[in-house]
C-alpha cells in the first residue's frame, strides 16, 4: 500500500476512534466515518473488506496500543506503583476534561454495546483490556498479588473514568487515585 493509501486508511481508523470513543458502536456508522475521515467509500470498502466490525475492531486494538504506550511511558518515568498509577489517573482526567467530557476509556462503550453480542468486537476488547492487565501486572511484578492488583487496578480506572465522564467531574478520578494509592502502598 502507498502512502497516500495508508494516510486514508489512517484516517478512516482514527475518524472511527472519534466517534465510538464519543459515541459507541452506534455513533461510529459508516456515513459518518466517511465524512469524519474525509475518505471515499470505496476506500473504506477497500481498506476494510470485513466492514464496519473490522473498521471498529482495528481502530479499537490501534487506540488500546496508543494508550498502552502512553502508560508505559508514564512508567518508565514514575518511581512507584503508587506514582505511576497517579499520573495515569491525572493523564487520563486531563484527556477526557480537555474532550468536554467525551473522551473516556476507548474501549468501555463497546465493550458494554457488543460483548454479549459480536464475538469480533468482544475478542478486540478482552485482548486490549488483557494487554493493559499486562502492563500493570508488569509494573507490579515484585508483588505476590501482582495478577490480583492489576485487575483492581484496571477495574478502578475504568470505574472512575465512567464515573467521571457521568459526572463530568474529576472527583472519582482522584478519590480512586487516593485508593490505589493506599491499595498499592498496603
Known amino acids: 500500500m502507498g502512502q497516500k493509501g495508508a494516510e486514508t486508511r489512517d484516517r478512516l481508523l482514527d475518524a472511527t476512534r472519534e466517534l465510538v470513543e464519543a459515541g459507541g458502536y452506534s455513533a461510529a456508522g459508516l456515513n459518518q466515518v466517511i465524512a469524519a475521515g474525509g475518505a471515499p467509500r470505496g476506500s473504506l470498502y477497500f481498506h476494510f473488506p470485513g466492514g464496519k466490525d473490522q473498521l471498529v475492531a482495528e481502530s479499537l486494538r490501534r487506540a488500546g496500543q496508543a494508550v498502552g504506550d502512553t502508560l508505559a511511558g508514564l ?4 518511581g512507584s506503583a503508587t506514582e505511576f498509577a497517579g499520573a495515569a489517573l491525572r493523564l487520563l482526567g486531563d484527556r477526557l476534561a480537555e474532550s468536554g467530557w467525551r473522551q473516556g476509556c476507548p474501549v468501555a462503550t463497546v465493550a458494554l454495546e457488543t460483548a ?3 464475538d469480533p468486537l468482544q475478542q478486540a476488547c478482552s485482548e486490549v483490556y488483557a494487554s493493559w492487565e499486562r502492563a500493570l501486572r508488569d509494573r507490579l511484578a515484585d508483588r505476590p498479588d501482582a495478577d490480583d492488583l492489576a485487575v483492581t487496578v484496571l477495574a478502578l ?10 459526572h463530568r467531574s474529576r472527583a472519582p478520578l482522584d478519590s480512586v487515585a487516593r485508593r490505589i494509592g493506599v491499595l498499592l502502598d498496603a
Do not use: H, Q, Y
Open 116 to 118: 454479549a453480542t459480536n
Open 75 to 78: 512508567s518508565e518515568r514514575a
Open 157 to 166: 480506572v475504568e470505574g472512575a473514568l465512567l464515573l467521571a465522564r457521568t
